[in-house]
């Protein structure tokens, strides 16, 4: 058990520096009326009841951030240390008190009160000392590696925002969507403008998306199913899209985009035919989830990827604070669980 610094000198200097700070600033006129003999016991008892509880103190507090880690746990270990401060303090004072009286027989310190309140204000000042050293030291290591990985969190999900970006305005999906349409105009006119809208539907929420951090599971529904449509049109058979999603979640929340990653990511990994389709379902389960799944199919030629994808969209779930989505890979399916947020109108733009 470490600390969040090197502290070898300070558990040696750190209680003598203290001892002479009160013994020149606020006990000084005392010292000087004291006997030399006493003077002697005292301070070597001081000093050595110094070190040892600087030490004591040291260990409580690196326990309490052991159990109790991290910012947000700041508020638990100061209302401990609030609690085990007078309980130290006593315990050092009546330790100190003991050991002059074993060593000076010297037993009417005990009785009087204001020299007890005084003693035990001193051992306040010493543990108040000992605790702020290190818990300071250790809020602001953790705070310097929440802004670390703050900026490190703002950085991927800039990036994300920047694939998102590639994605909305994809000129391979635009081409081939264009192609669609020059086949089905003087195949079937009626067909092709049903396509159109849909193009039409599936864009309008591409340039929307980036506008906003969350949007709610219809519209996300909605817009997926526009996307299928452009989908089947160029696939037919050789793709099945199920969904089958509870109506009672339809106003929960999800980040924008997020089906099309997976409905993307399932299409650039596996194999569709007619006569083996790559069937994709969506659906609803307890606990506010979402899943999305896809049976594995895997190409011949193996895709190289990064898993940029799945990446971006896990930082798009840490952005917001929320639980990372989980991913699988079972015998027969890929599958991908995704937190529904609760519905806030203030997260809705």
């Given at each position: 058990m470490t600390t969040s610094f090197n502290d070898s000198k300070?558990?040696?200097?750190?209680?003598?520096?203290?001892?002479?700070?009160?013994?020149?600033?606020?006990?000084?006129?005392?010292?000087?009326?004291?006997?030399?003999?006493?003077?002697?016991?005292?301070?070597?008892?001081?000093?050595?009841?110094?070190?040892?509880?600087w030490q004591l103190a040291r260990w409580v507090v690196l326990q309490l951030q052991t159990h109790y880690p991290g910012l947000h746990n700041s508020r638990k270990r100061l209302l401990w240390l609030l609690i085990l401060l007078p309980v130290m303090a006593n315990l050092a004072w009546f330790v100190r008190q003991t050991t002059r009286f074993v060593l000076d027989g010297n037993?009417?310190?005990?009785?009087?009160?204001?020299?007890?309140?005084?003693?035990?204000?001193?051992?306040?000042?010493?543990?108040?000392a000992y605790f702020v050293i290190y818990e300071g030291a250790y809020v602001l290591k953790e705070w310097r590696k929440a802004q670390i990985e703050k900026d490190e969190l703002t950085k991927r999900n800039l990036q994300s925002q920047l694939v998102s970006l590639k994605?909305?305005?994809?000129?391979?999906?635009?081409?081939?969507?264009?192609?669609?349409?020059?086949?089905?105009?003087?195949?079937?006119?009626?067909?092709?403008?049903?396509?159109?809208?849909e193009l039409a539907s599936v864009y309008r929420y591409l340039l929307q998306a980036g506008e906003r951090e969350l949007t709610t599971l219809r519209n996300e529904l909605t817009f997926?199913?526009?996307?299928?449509?452009?989908?089947?049109?160029?696939?037919?058979?050789?793709?099945?899209?199920?969904?089958?999603?509870?109506?009672?979640?339809?106003?929960?929340?999800?980040?924008?985009?997020?089906?099309?990653?997976?409905?993307?990511?399932?299409?650039?990994?596996?194999?569709?035919l007619p006569d083996r389709p790559l069937k994709i379902t969506i659906r609803t389960i307890q606990g506010y989830k979402l899943i999305v799944e896809n049976t594995i199919q895997r190409k011949r030629v193996r895709v190289e990827t990064a898993g940029a994808g799945l990446s971006n969209m896990?930082?798009?779930?840490?952005?917001?604070?929320?639980?990372?989505?989980?991913?699988?890979?079972?015998?027969?399916?890929?599958?991908?669980?995704?937190?529904?947020?609760?519905?806030?109108?203030?997260l809705v733009h």
């Open positions: 300070l558990r040696i200097w750190g209680p003598i520096g203290l001892f002479a700070f009160v013994a020149l600033f606020f006990r000084l006129d005392w010292y000087l009326r004291l006997p030399f003999r006493t003077l002697v016991i005292n301070d070597l008892i001081g000093l050595s009841i110094g070190l040892l509880w037993i009417w310190y005990f009785s009087k009160l204001i020299e007890y309140s005084r003693a035990v204000g001193m051992q306040f000042f010493y543990h108040c994605n909305q305005v994809s000129p391979h999906f635009l081409f081939n969507s264009l192609n669609s349409i020059s086949s089905l105009i003087a195949e079937n006119p009626h067909q092709a403008e049903a396509f159109v809208d997926i199913e526009s996307y299928s449509y452009l989908l089947k049109m160029r696939y037919g058979a050789g793709l099945e899209l199920t969904i089958s999603v509870d109506p009672a979640y339809s106003h929960y929340l999800m980040p924008p985009l997020t089906l099309q990653l997976l409905l993307e990511n399932a299409l650039k990994h596996n194999a569709f896990a930082t798009k779930y840490q952005v917001l604070d929320q639980p990372t989505p989980t991913i699988e890979e079972l015998d027969d399916c890929f599958r991908v669980t995704l937190p529904l947020l609760v519905d806030h109108e203030s």
